[in-house]
């Protein structure tokens, strides 16, 4: 794969009204969700949920991508027709979680380190031939009592930066994800600064290792209050603090930003999305990669009736799918 096709990939993911529809919980994660709502996490219950979300009509007029867990790449429709050529089909791009999830840093209690480079050349190899066009690896950073440790935030960049290499070598779009957890009782300024201090050390290591910017898309946690903190940002605190941020720490070679939801109401994560579209134009389109934030509608009108409800389940998230787009765009209204 040439430069130009993971330049041109990159774009796509971030074309004008479109964003990412994060679906790549691992059976543990998905486990804790179908059980929040009742439903046996079954491969089957996996599979039909993942093509109830998948197949809904016009999903791709503001869904430039999903990302996947291994299983559901390799899953099919009840018919029989494999995910990742329905998602093609629609001109929506199969994107794969490839990271072995977050695990006890050793020598830093509480801190945690993203792995799963081992063996990763080849899976990606695989995962190119099954059809994926972008991969994801997500990194924790943990806000609390001397948290994070610069050794921390180091060993996760360093990974990221590892991964993001690997992708390109496989002809596959990294999104690089260092995710500033929400929890804690910190406020908006301790946010800003660990969030600053971790994509500054995050884009010194892509630089480090060779990694092309322009063919790298990052996956971005908002500059937030932490959920405890007795005193909540406004959103228009929220947007100005992450464009702020942004502007401080990310090349403007970057095809684009996309946010994950990280436990944000669905309201806020438009809302937050459109105020910072409304300051623009920034350096980068702005766009969203949620997984919550898209899904949680439509999962409980599913599990309550899988069959009467598949319809408007689907308009569910079609319709979250839409608000998302056009906040990309900064067009939000909330009674859109
Ligand atoms: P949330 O939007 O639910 O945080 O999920 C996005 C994601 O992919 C986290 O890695």
């Known amino acids: 794969m040439s430069i130009e096709q993971l330049e041109s990939i990159a774009q796509a993911m971030v074309a004008p009204g479109k964003g990412i529809i994060a679906i790549d919980e691992s059976n543990t994660t998905i486990k804790k969700r179908f059980d929040g709502v009742g439903i046996d996490c079954t491969e089957e219950n996996r599979r039909a949920y993942r093509e109830m979300l998948l197949t809904a009509p016009n999903l791709s007029d503001h869904i430039s991508g999903a990302i996947l867990y291994d299983e559901t790449l390799r899953q099919a429709s009840k018919a029989g027709v494999p ?27 509480g801190e945690l380190v993203t792995e799963g480079l081992d063996g990763l050349r080849d899976r990606l190899k695989e995962y190119a031939s099954l059809g994926a066009k972008f991969a994801k690896w997500r990194a924790v950073i943990t806000i609390g009592d001397d948290m994070p440790s610069s050794t921390c935030i180091e060993a996760n960049c360093h990974a990221l930066a590892r991964y993001a290499a690997l992708c390109q070598e496989a002809g596959i779009v990294p999104m690089v994800e260092p995710e500033v957890l929400m929890d804690g009782s910190h406020d908006l300024d301790v946010c800003y600064d660990v969030t600053e201090v971790t994509l500054r050390s995050l884009f010194a290591s892509l630089y480090e290792q060779n990694v092309l910017l322009e063919g790298t898309i990052l996956k971005a946690s908002m500059v937030v209050s932490g959920k405890d903190c007795p005193e909540q940002a406004s959103v228009d605190e929220v947007a100005e603090a992450t464009v702020r941020c942004l502007k401080a720490s990310v090349p403007a070679s970057l095809p684009g930003i996309v946010f994950l939801s990280g436990g944000q109401s669905d309201e806020a994560a438009t809302a937050h999305l459109n105020a910072m579209n409304q300051m623009g134009p920034h350096p980068w389109p ?9 899904q949680t509608a439509a999962l409980k009108l599913w599990s309550k009736d899988m069959t009467a409800n598949f319809v408007d389940a689907q308009k569910t998230v079609a319709q979250r799918a839409r608000e998302n787009g056009l906040a990309a765009l900064g067009q939000w209204k909330k009674s859109a």
């Open 83 to 109: 995910f990742t050529k329905i998602m093609l089909d629609h001109g929506i791009l199969p994107g794969i979680k490839v990271d072995k999830g977050p695990h006890p840093l050793a020598g830093f209690p």
């Open 286 to 294: 702005l766009s969203f990669s949620y997984g919550r934030a898209m």
